[in-house]
């Protein structure tokens, strides 16, 4: 079966099938493209029961999704386990979430009950970050590995409200992003996003996936968002490696947004509570604020205030703003000289 470029074959294009059936076939410039391993087979149809709902509308310009990934990282939606996405996605007071996220989360605000200061504090940040870049570095193509689920503001919402031409490419590793990755995909007719599953641990998937590639134009400045989520990268997985590769791959004028959770201001308190979520499978990993800013702002030139909490990051409110041992993320943006 052909689907606007792509060749779907094998177990998962049913959903697929459906839409086109149901008169929904993506516009030309679509592309659609599924590996079909079996073991990915519920990301897929998870991915389709949220494309073929009865508002379901292609538009041109909007959807590019790859899965790159090995089937051993595409392991479908373990709604048994906790996931990064919907712990943090509970944490922001999203809906996107199980038992299993909700009682790590919950397990954790016993240790931290303000642990839900953070997350909002970072996410507001992301947002500041993304104004910035659009409005005040005039950057237009975003990449944005560790998307999250879809919430309000989102890298494409935030850029393209200041230049509707701008391009996104969102990268997950979460089948459930996956699963809603419609949602960031609802690009200004001016602008483009596409959305990768992939893992941030092979920087080459995502960079040589042909979506990324075929979005963003490499010869051009280029935000590398890396917005909570290199903790989620423990020293093992050589981090520094990472955004090295990441960035090597950008022309001179680019930046890196990120973000990260330290243990800095209340570590007795925190260890406990990331203790937990380390047994529960996640990887995870707190720095301090000398650690982060080696491991993502090595080489490139710190946009003033340079790293600091991310509430401190250009705050647009002279508000009162919480404490450092409730906030427990750095957050900075660096140039690419
Ligand atoms: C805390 S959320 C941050 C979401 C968003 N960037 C924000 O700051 O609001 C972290 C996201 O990173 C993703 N993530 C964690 N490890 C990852 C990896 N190795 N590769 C890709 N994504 C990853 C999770 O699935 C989750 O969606």
Redesign the pocket.
């Known amino acids: 079966m052909s689907v606007g470029a792509a060749t779907m074959s094998g177990g998962p294009e049913d959903g697929i099938a459906a839409l086109a059936d149901a008169g929904t076939a993506p516009a030309p410039q679509t592309i659609v493209s599924a590996v079909t391993h079996a073991a990915k087979w519920d990301a897929t149809r998870a991915m389709s029961a949220s494309l073929t709902g009865p508002q379901a509308r292609w538009q041109p310009n909007f959807v590019i999704i790859r899965f790159v990934t090995s089937e051993s990282q595409v392991p479908g939606i373990d709604t048994t386990r906790p ?3 919907r ?2 996605d509970y944490l ?1 007071g999203g809906k996107n979430h199980f038992a299993a996220d909700r009682a790590v989360a919950d397990r954790g605000l016993e240790f931290f009950p303000q642990g839900r200061t953070g ?1 909002r504090e ?2 507001a ?2 947002g500041r970050a993304v104004r910035y870049l659009a409005a005040e570095a005039g950057i237009r193509q975003f990449l ?6 879809p ?1 309000t503001g989102s890298v494409h919402e935030i850029a393209q409200a200041v230049a509707p031409e701008t391009k996104v490419v969102y ?4 089948p459930l ?1 996956l699963a809603h990755a419609r949602a960031l995909l609802t690009s200004s007719p001016e602008g483009r996003t596409a959305y990768i599953h ?4 092979d920087p080459m998937a995502i960079l040589s996936d042909p979506s990324t590639r075929d979005v963003l134009d490499f010869s051009q400045p280029i935000a590398l ?1 890396l ?3 290199l903790h ?2 423990t020293d093992d997985d050589k981090p520094a490696e990472i955004v090295r590769t990441l960035l090597g791959a950008l022309p001179s004028g680019s930046y890196l947004a990120a ?1 990260h959770v330290t243990a800095e201001h209340n570590r007795d308190q925190l260890e406990e509570s990331l203790r937990n979520y380390q047994r529960s499978g996640v ?1 995870f990993q707190a720095r301090d604020s000398d650690e982060f800013a080696r491991l993502a702002f090595d080489g490139l030139h710190l946009v003033p205030p340079g790293v600091t909490l991310v509430s401190e990051w250009r705050p647009e409110s002279a508000s009162p703003r919480p404490l450092p041992s409730e906030v427990i993320a750095y957050g900075g943006i660096g140039r690419k000289p």
């Not at 990268?171 to 979460?174: L, P, T």
């Open positions: 996931h990064p996405a712990v943090y922001i997350p970072n996410r940040f992301l944005d590995v560790g998307t999250g689920l919430a990268v997950d590793n979460d992003v992939a893992d941030l641990r968002m917005v909570a989520v989620f990268i973000s990887p």
